[in-house]
């Protein structure tokens, strides 16, 4: 069985940082994509970021330039470095990945529970 366990959420005043870290663990053969979502009250569930098992990075625009998505292969880790915060970047973020299992023959997707980030102004 696969999970994901994401950590690091709180509470931070406007122009802080976070980090927020996501862990897949269970019976892992490969793990393609790795994402960050968020949802705030009342809003729909958007992409805040993406990397690949190459590294390459994608970013919506209301984030660029303030959140670094990085990965660390050997931990089956995906971290989500946010600077500069505002208060519109309150959310429960969400970690997703695509992910091959030991006995599986393709990826699946895998969510996490969610981590609260609130912030303040």
């Known amino acids: 069985q696969v999970q994901l366990v994401e950590s690091g959420g709180g509470l931070v005043q406007a122009g802080g940082s976070l980090r927020v870290s996501c862990a897949a663990s269970?019976?892992?053969?490969?793990?393609?994509?790795m994402r960050w979502y968020r949802q705030a009250p009342g809003k729909q569930r958007e992409l805040v970021a993406r990397i690949s098992s190459g590294d390459s990075t994608y970013y919506a625009g209301s984030v660029k330039g303030r959140f670094t998505i990085s990965r660390d292969n050997a931990k089956n880790t995906v971290y989500l470095q946010m600077n500069t915060l505002k208060p519109e970047d309150t959310a429960v973020y969400y970690c997703n990945a695509d992910i091959r299992s030991i006995v599986g023959r393709q990826y699946d997707e895998y969510w996490g529970q969610g981590t609260q980030v609130t912030v303040s102004s």
């Open positions: 269970g019976s892992i053969f490969s793990i393609g994509y």
